[in-house]
């Protein structure tokens, strides 16, 4: 059998390459603002930037991957398609301190945001969680927690 041929996707125009990496920019920039402000939630926008990111810039997927906070979310959803239960705890969290305060502090469609965060809170808990994801089991251990030798 022949060894697997790495496959490259095609290269898009460079306007479409722009785009890309402007929208992955934005999202990124929403996601770190999610952070701070408790109506946006951080984990989509992290992983939106991801997917616009591998559309317009490897080098920024790059980057993105290899970040120390952002990095394992990314591989985590990629590989698994999975969210850490902490991420989702505090998104939910964030959203509702964030929902109730607009609807006290909006002059107008208090409940938008409410009904956006609760929209985003509903797909973001039905998820799998990274946490309740089967482990690989280590075949070299055995049960007993000894080899069989005396």
Known sequence: MSPAIPVTP???PAWQRVLWLMAGGTSLLLGIAGIFLPLLPTTPFVLLAAACFSRGSTRCE??????????????????????PLRAKQLALVMMAIGSVTAAFTLPRLQWLPAVCCAAVAWWLWHLPTRETLPQPQDEGASSSGNSGKV
């Open 10 to 12: 095609p290269r898009r």
């Open 62 to 83: 790059a980057w993105l991957l290899g970040h120390p906070r952002f990095g394992p979310m990314v591989r985590d959803w990629r590989q698994h398609r999975a969210v």
